[in-house]
Structure formats: structure tokens, C-alpha cells
């Protein structure tokens, strides 16, 4: 894929640290970062940058060396303290290969890495559901929108088992490392948010997501009783 670097094995796994870096949070964290950052106030509106989901999670490819500085922008941006379920894999690190979704496949997976903000607002209920369902396959959340549907050449079971599947792929014809986000001047490129806006965002919904988390946990409790 792309030449990316590859281990041996299957499935496919890509070396991170290389030619890029993942920022691994909660889907529906994810999801929401990825509306605010393509809201209508915020110009340029950016064709965006590979993401994948991998049962509940999101994974957002960054620039090479952006999970070494994600401690220290944490802690410049005064997230540090807080328990946030965004973590990082860089050098050293591997991440299974993404499927291709389905041909013909509609929403922002459809799109070959030119997904802007209305294919972000139009596939933000994209999900997999594996911390509602208890699994990590792929599911419904949201308004009932589903991820599509992997390809249909499934040998070693990998989809069935909540493999990683884009969500926005990368280009193919170049440009795709080049839209990652990474730390630059104010704002970012033309193609991706600076790296410290994007992890700024990532953690504030990550906080509002683990805070909700917490006070549906009660009302659940209630509810069973």
C-alpha cells in the first residue's frame, strides 16, 4: 500500500514511525473531532486526511514523529493531568493494514482520501459499535448509519473478526503523506489541521466522551434495578 513499509505475516500490518504515525482514540470521540474540525467556521474547509476505524476505535494518521511529541503537546495544551483515552503508536510500532471498503461504497469511506467537511458531517454516525454491542464487530451507533461493507474476498476472516476497515483512505497517486497532519505554522497545510490543533481537539471530546460515559453509567445502573 503506497510502499508503505510492511511486517511479514497476516494479516498485512504497516510499521508506524516510518511514514507515519496513528492517534488511536474512542470512535465516538473521534467522530466528533472530525465534526468540529470540519464545521462551517472553519476555513479552509480541508479535504482531510486517512482515517480508519477498527472496532471501537479510530485511528487518524499523522506525520512520522507525531507520537513522540504528543506527550509534550498534551501537557503545552494542559491536558496532561487528565486521564484521556487517546494514545499514540510510533517508531517501533505496527498497525494492522486497513481494508478497502466495498466498490461503490457510498459516504466519506467511498472516497479515495478527498473526503472534505461535508463527507465528514455526512459520515460522522459511521461506526464501528463494539463498546455498545460488547464486540469488536462493526455496527450501528448514531442516527443508524453503517460502515460499509468490506470487500467480499474474505479468506482469513479478518472483517468478521472487526478488522480495521477506511474510513477516509489515503491518496494514491502521492500527496498522501503530505496531508498528515504534523506540527507547522498556525492553522496547518491546505490538506490537514496543524498537529496541535488536532490533538487539542481530539482531547476535548475524549474528555467529553469519557465524562458522559460516566454519567450514563448510573442511569444504566438505575434502570437494570
Same mark, same amino acid.
Given at each position: 500500500?503506497?510502499?508503505?513499509?510492511?511486517?511479514?505475516?497476516?494479516?498485512?500490518?504497516?510499521?508506524?514511525?516510518?511514514?507515519?504515525?496513528?492517534?488511536?482514540?474512542?470512535?465516538?470521540?473521534?467522530?466528533?473531532?472530525?465534526?468540529?474540525?470540519?464545521?462551517?467556521?472553519?476555513?479552509?474547509?480541508? @479535504? !482531510?486526511?486517512?482515517?480508519? /476505524?477498527?472496532? &471501537?476505535?479510530?485511528? =487518524?494518521?499523522?506525520? $512520522?514523529? +507525531? *507520537?513522540?511529541? #504528543? @506527550? !509534550?503537546?498534551?501537557?503545552? /495544551?494542559?491536558? &496532561?493531568?487528565?486521564? =484521556?483515552?487517546?494514545? $499514540?503508536? +510510533? *517508531?517501533?510500532? #505496527?498497525?494492522?493494514?486497513?481494508?478497502?471498503?466495498?466498490? &461503490?461504497?457510498?459516504?466519506?469511506?467511498?472516497? $479515495?482520501?478527498? *473526503?472534505?467537511?461535508?463527507?465528514?458531517?455526512?459520515?460522522?454516525?459511521?461506526? &464501528?459499535?463494539?463498546?455498545?454491542?460488547?464486540? $469488536?464487530?462493526?455496527?450501528?451507533?448514531?442516527?443508524?448509519?453503517?460502515?460499509?461493507?468490506?470487500?467480499?474476498?474474505?479468506?482469513?476472516?479478518?472483517?468478521?473478526?472487526?478488522?480495521?476497515?477506511?474510513?477516509?483512505?489515503?491518496?494514491?497517486?502521492?500527496?498522501?503523506?503530505?496531508?498528515?497532519?504534523?506540527?507547522?505554522?498556525?492553522?496547518?497545510?491546505?490538506?490537514?489541521?496543524?498537529?496541535?490543533?488536532?490533538?487539542?481537539?481530539?482531547?476535548?471530546?475524549?474528555?467529553?466522551?469519557?465524562?458522559?460515559?460516566?454519567?450514563?453509567?448510573?442511569?444504566?445502573?438505575?434502570?437494570?434495578?
Amino acid at each position: 500500500m503506497l510502499g508503505w513499509p510492511t511486517a511479514p505475516g497476516t494479516p498485512v500490518r504497516l510499521r508506524t514511525g516510518v511514514r507515519f504515525d496513528v492517534l488511536d482514540v474512542p470512535v465516538q470521540a473521534g467522530h466528533a473531532a472530525l465534526r468540529r474540525l470540519g464545521s462551517p467556521g472553519a476555513a479552509p474547509r480541508r @479535504p !482531510g486526511f486517512p482515517v480508519a /476505524l477498527r472496532g &471501537g476505535r479510530m485511528l =487518524l494518521l499523522v506525520a $512520522a514523529g +507525531g *507520537a513522540e511529541e #504528543l @506527550p !509534550g503537546l498534551l501537557e503545552w /495544551l494542559e491536558w &496532561g493531568s487528565l486521564p =484521556l483515552d487517546l494514545t $499514540a503508536v +510510533g *517508531a517501533g510500532g #505496527l498497525v494492522e493494514a486497513p481494508l478497502l471498503p466495498a466498490t &461503490g461504497a457510498t459516504g466519506a469511506a467511498g472516497s $479515495a482520501g478527498s *473526503a472534505g467537511a461535508t463527507d465528514v458531517a455526512g459520515s460522522a454516525d459511521v461506526a &464501528g459499535s463494539a463498546d455498545a454491542a460488547g464486540s $469488536a464487530d462493526v455496527g450501528r451507533v448514531g442516527r443508524g448509519s453503517t460502515l460499509p461493507p468490506p470487500r467480499s474476498r474474505d479468506h482469513d476472516g479478518r472483517a468478521r473478526r472487526g478488522a480495521a476497515v477506511w474510513l477516509r483512505p489515503p491518496e494514491q497517486e502521492g500527496g498522501a503523506e503530505t496531508s498528515l497532519p504534523a506540527l507547522s505554522a498556525v492553522g496547518g497545510t491546505a490538506a490537514a489541521p496543524d498537529l496541535a490543533r488536532l490533538v487539542h481537539t481530539l482531547a476535548t471530546e475524549c474528555h467529553r466522551f469519557r465524562l458522559s460515559s460516566r454519567c450514563a453509567s448510573p442511569r444504566l445502573a438505575r434502570a437494570t434495578r
